[in-house]
């Protein structure tokens, strides 16, 4: 009795288990009828096989999909404006909130207490064109907290070294100026 | 090796692999190439959205086939919807192939037109089986498991879709 069609289609994907397949094959060995159905079964796959959707139509709809990953969802790109972006909303609002808001309560509190004597506002706020000469111009400087940055390399080490330390400096991913 | 969909190392191992694999599934189900790409977006999307855990990459790839070929599957049956109301108002104008002497190339690709508008033509679930069989790397056995039936099922789907096929093909 001859092979069907679904046995033989089994054969061809290679799924036929034991001891079906040897006896598939033995069978094919002889029946010419049997060679020639499981050769159209396989030109069949082929045809249908070779219909595939090919490699050069797959690559660009999945860069252009991996791109729209990386913009929306990835985290490296995003997470350094994510911190940062956090970090204005929870520190600094709050804190900017806050000095506004006592500037308002000083200016306000500043107009209730003295706004309606002018006396008094003269002294608080004395007119500047009438008093402006050089006896009331006074040169003002920015008073500055002493920080590293006033002081060269040089400077700190040789301080370091007068109080006793013992400095011993590493160049580290610097690159020296031409 | 664990699989964490939301990790982006494990993502990209996953997306580069199962990708292709999805986009032709898709593809050959549908039969539209941009559709395709929607859809596998789609599939991605809510697989990376989901931060799921997947004990290999095989679980993970049969997750998002199964994901998108539903998504497929409910495109392909709107699609359907909507000819079917133009049917009634307009009889659907026979598309005679308009065979050229062309090159080798054109040769070819007409036989893949042919071959994906036979597959069209198969009811859903020997579509999809032969969809699978033929346009990925898969087993009876994996197949199964993706579409949840027995592997005695996906083989009388594949011998079954594999005679439609035949007959639809020698009238071209």
Known sequence: MCVDDELLNTYLDGELQEPWRTQVQEHLGYCNACRQRLEQLRALHQKVADAVLPDSEISARQDRVLQYFEKTRFSSSNKKMHIFRKKIQVRLVPALITSAAAFVVVFIGAFVLFGNSSQQGQEILPGVASQIDSAHIQQVTEVQQPSLDMFSLEQIVQHLDAMGYAVKLEVKAVTPLE | ?172
């Open chain 2, 1 to 172: 090796m664990e699989i964490q969909s939301n990790d982006e190392r494990a993502f990209r191992q996953v997306y580069e692999q199962v990708f292709p694999i999805l986009m032709r599934v898709v593809y050959h189900v549908t039969n539209n190439q941009d559709l395709a790409e929607e859809i596998c977006q789609e599939a991605f999307i809510r697989f990376f959205d989901k931060g799921m855990e997947f004990a290999t990459l095989n679980d993970a790839k049969y997750w998002l086939i199964r994901v998108s070929k539903n998504l497929a599957i409910n495109q392909v049956k709107r699609k359907a919807r909507e000819m079917n109301m133009v049917d009634k108002l307009k009889k659907y104008p026979a598309t005679g192939a308009n065979h050229s002497d062309g090159s080798q190339v054109l040769m070819e690709k007409e036989t893949r037109k042919l071959v994906q508008e036979a597959i069209d033509q198969l009811p859903e679930k020997f579509r999809l089986v032969i969809v699978m069989k033929e346009y990925t790397d898969m087993d009876y056995k994996q197949i199964a498991q993706v579409l949840h039936i027995s592997e005695s099922n996906v083989k009388v789907r594949v011998y079954r879709a594999r005679k439609m096929l035949e007959s639809i093909l020698s009238q071209e």
